[in-house]
């Protein structure tokens, strides 16, 4: 192979099938940085000495690598539960633990949590997001809703105005769709050619894990709903007058592309699901439910990260305040 003059040292040595002990080096540090990450997206392997068999722990979470199709997996499972009443304290529990969680997080003001949501119309992105995070201090929150690219966004790599809002330390940011839109909605209307999505399962991956490497925990929900159940909710949106406002025309538009939709979802999930930011496909058809799973997830996460107040500065015992 012939030495290109234009590469850097590292990479010219990788072209030519050699490693530089450099760029191995390199290697070693993200992946020791990787695997942290690894275990608190695994919470139940920190929260838990032994995780209980039943239910079956991280059911829902996609295992890196893993080929999933939404066919097989049911979006009316709810465990044992049957009824709203039998979570609501589970639920009010883990609303607690998010609030002194987060707390602690935002006074330690080293490490940050982002949550991505994603679903199909309808899947309840917002409910959650009203639900789950409702005990939260504001102040250490922030939600973004990414809508159709404006032109200055349009006119930048697709990262970019995702990028520029994720979490500073010490904070939750909760993405109400984000950087998965770009693989699919994008996928389905073929806003872009098929090379140019297709290699963004990759930069996503990529991109996640340089946030991971700047100590951002990355969690990922899947809202799964039945097309029935979609239907469900449409009509309700239409029957409704105080709901009317959330009904677009375009919806039903949508809707016709579900199969589309689906397959564009089991692809982005299955090629993006990884040990350090991982897919979680949330059965949703009852709305309890997903919320107990989505709250649950994310209190066992931020426990999982164990952030502590910081020590007070040296000296404070002998300190008197003047009248
Ligand atoms: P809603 O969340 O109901 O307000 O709708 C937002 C709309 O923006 C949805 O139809 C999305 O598919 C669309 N959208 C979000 N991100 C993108 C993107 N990157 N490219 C094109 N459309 C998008
Ligand atoms: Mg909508």
């Known amino acids: 192979m012939s030495k290109n003059k234009h590469l ?18 390199t290697q070693q540090a993200a992946e020791k940085a990787t695997t942290y990450a690894a275990s608190v997206t695994a919470p139940e392997t920190v929260v838990v000495d032994k995780p209980p068999p039943k239910p079956n722990y991280p059911l829902y979470r996609v295992q890196p690598g893993e ?21 609501m304290a589970e639920l009010e529990k883990h609303r607690q633990r ?8 935002y006074a330690e003001n080293q490490r940050s949590l982002l949550i991505v949501l994603q679903a199909m119309d309808t899947g309840g992105k917002d409910g959650t997001i009203k639900h789950v995070f409702r005990e939260i201090n504001p102040q250490g929150c922030q939600v973004w809703s990414f809508k159709v690219p404006s032109d200055e966004e349009a006119s930048h790599d697709f990262l970019w105005r995702y990028h520029h809002r994720v979490p500073q330390r010490g904070m939750i940011t909760i993405f109400n769709r984000a950087h998965y839109e770009d693989v699919l909605v994008v996928r389905v209307h073929d806003l872009v050619k098929e090379d ?60 016709r592309l579900w199969d589309e939709y689906q397959q564009a979802f089991e692809d982005a999930i299955s090629n993006c699901s990884t040990a350090y930011a991982p897919w979680y496909v949330v059965p949703a058809n009852k709305k309890w ?20 107040y910081p020590n007070g500065e040296k000296g404070l015992k002998n300190i008197v305040i003047p009248d």
């Open 8 to 25: 850097p040292e590292d990479r010219e040595a990788s072209a030519n099938g050699t490693t530089h002990p450099e760029s191995k080096k």
């Open 67 to 87: 080929r999933i199709s939404l066919g097989d997996i049911d979006p009316n499972a709810s465990e044992n539960y049957r009824k709203k009443k039998e979570v």
């Open 98 to 105: 998010i609030r002194k969680l987060q707390e602690r997080l």
């Open 196 to 255: 140019v999505w297709r290699q963004r399962y990759h930069i996503i991956n990529e991109f996640e894990q340089m946030l991971t490497l700047s100590n951002i925990t990355v969690l990922k929900f899947f809202l799964h709903i039945s097309k029935d159940e979609q239907k469900r909710r449409l009509e309700s949106r239409l029957e409704n007058p105080d709901k009317q406002w959330k009904f677009s025309k375009n919806d039903i538009k949508e809707r």
């Open 289 to 308: 439910y997903r919320n107990l799973v989505v709250a649950r997830t994310i209190a066992d996460t931020l426990e999982a990260i164990n952030p502590q």
